[in-house]
């Protein structure tokens, strides 16, 4: 009897411990998509008779279309340029282990602080004619006013840039990081069998590494999907009128803030939560990358029921 | 005995010279690879550096003077003296904000999970796969993707244009509660706890006496990524504090690019002595806290980013 009291209060206190964060798990990573789809049905100026017709309205939206183009450009930009890039440039830092290349990783990782609002700025300057850094190279390209560069038809290159810029760095870094990971002893039997190093990372390096190339994938897919802050500093702060509702998030900000539609933003948010979410289980359960976590309890139940079997056994 | 001392000395002569061309195309290679390194460095700390010394110059010589030229240190001084005539001041305000926010949220954050990982690890509750698994899919889905139904939220628990309905929302750490959940399975044997047990530790002091004071490597770790994904967080503190008085150093900036003419060219000519260089002092705020970090600890960042995957 007293043995079950003392395992009822220390699950009791675990409980406790784990509380606060439950709370901020339910509270602000569950219940928030509840609240997102009942906010969907409810009656608004687009949608005046209320009911789930709020998806189809939102797609048919004038500015859904255009928005839509806008950020699947930047993903077919942004995403395979920084997986082709991250990837060359982590194979490079690892062909051979010189010790300047700490330098060279430390300076690698500062654009990761040059994110959001100092990005716009940072780039602002690159690309202004007259006070830019690399006003040689503009000159070169005949770009003697900003107006040049500053065309909407222009952001889906700008903003990959600029979004490549700011997470380029620490990427290669993570993935250097994951290179050390494979074994020297397979790069060396690799090697002996007269491997050379673009033979190496092509078909030894890059295979063992697939599932943070997978991880890396998803990450930089879901970032990118939800663009907004530089498209609107720049539409509503630089350059006015630039990049209005030029992405989805834009879209959904403007339905809510703009427009007082929050069933059309919750919808358009749902719609945008599913290829996130998508690319989240992808990487939990088709890649080995979170397996202690995924297989935790099952090994553990037969880790324990094998400990029983051998103390009967003794 | 090696193949080429057989050969005829013509043939040999070839062989060497073939030897010495596959070198020197190695040596080539690898210059070249070498280069290209050193010059995305240098692409790299490029832009950071202008931000750096763009507030030691005035706005003339900004458009004059070769980009990377230093100008004076005083430069610092009048430009943050400068932007106080911004809004009385206002600039100081945010920075304060900034500190707190980010301080209370990082506090909060780490604490909450650090105390998850540790129940997951050391007790036997049930539901813990479950736990897991939603942790790992609210980790892996942007923050950014729950921002409106964030503001429903948070505008029905009337803490809108509070700075604690952001202080709140962002301390929900996924991440935070995976990384302590493989430090604290992969570094503290069970039989520790057990033992402390036998010795009469309750649940509470085991974490107290036992986990936390082990766990420094692993609040250094969560602290860093709790401070790197929020000091600079635009979109959630945008939405949820509407307020300029609330506002964190990167939504002041935002506000300082749109109301004044110093790269909003649709703003006229105001008394307002803000130009490039305080513009970009107070962008030097909001960037240079961050870069310190990152440089400190970018072994955290890549360590972190492949914790349970990668266990040395």
């Known amino acids: 009897m007293a043995k079950v009291k003392r395992y009822k209060y220390r699950n009791t206190a675990m409980y406790l411990m784990l509380a606060p964060y439950m709370a901020f798990l339910i509270g602000f990573g569950l219940i928030p998509i509840v609240m997102a789809v009942f906010e969907v049905p409810q009656k ?122 700011t997470a380029a760095g620490q990427w290669i870094l993570i993935q250097y990081g994951s290179l050390q990971s ?51 500093i720049l539409n509503q702060s630089v350059y006015q009128g630039i990049a209005s509702a030029w992405s989805f998030d834009q879209l959904s900000y403007e339905l809510a803030f703009t427009t007082g539609d929050f069933g059309g933003a919750s919808a358009l948010s749902i719609l945008l939560l599913i290829p996130s979410l998508l690319g989240a289980l992808i990487v939990i359960f088709k890649t080995d990358m979170f397996d202690d976590a995924t297989t935790l309890h099952r090994k553990k139940v037969k880790k324990h029921g094998k400990m029983k079997r051998a103390e009967a056994l003794s | 005995m090696t193949i080429t001392s057989m050969l005829p000395s013509k043939e040999k002569r070839a062989a060497k010279k073939r030897r010495s061309s596959i070198r020197q195309d190695k040596r080539w290679a690898n210059n070249l690879v070498n280069g290209w390194l050193i010059f995305f460095a240098i692409c790299c700390v490029v832009p950071m550096i202008w931000l750096i010394l763009a507030p030691t110059k005035t706005d003339g010589q900004l458009s004059n003077q070769n980009p990377l030229a230093f100008g004076k240190l005083s430069g610092y001084v009048k ?51 479950a736990f897991l698994i939603s942790t790992l899919i609210t980790m892996l889905v942007p923050p950014v993707a729950l921002v409106i139904p964030m503001f429903v939220l948070v505008n029905s628990i009337h803490l809108l244009d509070n700075p604690w309905g952001v202080i709140l929302v962002s301390s929900l750490y996924p991440f935070g509660a995976f990384l302590s959940y493989i430090y604290y399975s992969t570094t503290i044997p069970k039989e520790l706890y ?88 107070a962008g030097v705020l909001v960037a240079v806290p961050i870069m310190i970090v990152f440089m400190l600890s970018q072994k955290r960042l890549v360590r972190g980013m492949l914790a349970g995957s990668i266990k040395s």
């Open chain 1, 44 to 165: 608004s100026l687009t949608n005046q008779n209320g009911g789930w017709d709020a998806f189809k309205i939102v797609v048919h939206d004038f500015r859904f279309m255009p928005a839509a183009r806008h950020v699947l450009g930047f993903m077919a930009i942004f995403v395979p340029l920084m997986l082709f890039f991250v990837l060359a440039m982590a194979l490079m830092l690892d062909l051979d282990a010189g010790k300047w290349k700490k330098y060279v990783r430390l300076a690698y990782i500062v654009p990761a602080s040059i994110s959001g609002a100092v990005a716009v700025l940072v780039w602002y300057v690159i690309l202004q004619p007259t006070i830019s850094p690399i006003k040689m190279i503009l000159r070169w390209l005949h770009i003697t006013q900003a107006q040049q560069i500053w065309q909407t038809q222009n952001l889906v290159f700008i903003l990959s840039l600029m979004a490549f810029f």
């Open chain 1, 182 to 232: 494979v074994s020297h002893e397979i790069i060396e039997a690799a090697r002996v069998d007269g491997c050379n190093p673009f033979q190496l990372a092509l078909r030894i390096k890059l295979p063992l590494i697939s599932k943070y190339v997978v991880y890396m994938g998803v990450l930089v897919f879901a970032g990118g999907l939800q663009i907004f802050v530089e498209p609107q």
């Open chain 2, 79 to 129: 430009a943050w003296k400068n932007l106080q005539f911004f809004d009385d001041g206002v600039i100081g305000r945010w920075a304060i904000n900034s500190i707190w926010y980010t301080a209370a949220i990082v506090l909060i954050a780490t604490v909450t999970a650090s105390l998850a990982g540790f129940v997951i690890t050391a007790s036997n509750i049930r539901f813990k796969k």
């Open chain 2, 194 to 281: 057990e033992s402390a047990r036998l010795d009469g530790c309750n649940d509470f002091q085991l974490y107290s006496k036992i986990a936390f004071p082990l766990s420094w490597p692993l609040l250094s770790l969560l602290a860093f990524f709790a401070f790197v994904g929020n000091w600079a967080n635009y979109f959630m503190p945008y939405v949820l504090l509407p307020s300029s008085e609330n506002y964190t150093l990167p939504l002041g900036l935002g506000f300082l690019f749109h109301g004044t003419p110093a790269i909003n060219p649709a703003v006229g000519a105001t008394s307002v002595p803000i130009g490039k260089p305080e513009i970009a002092l």
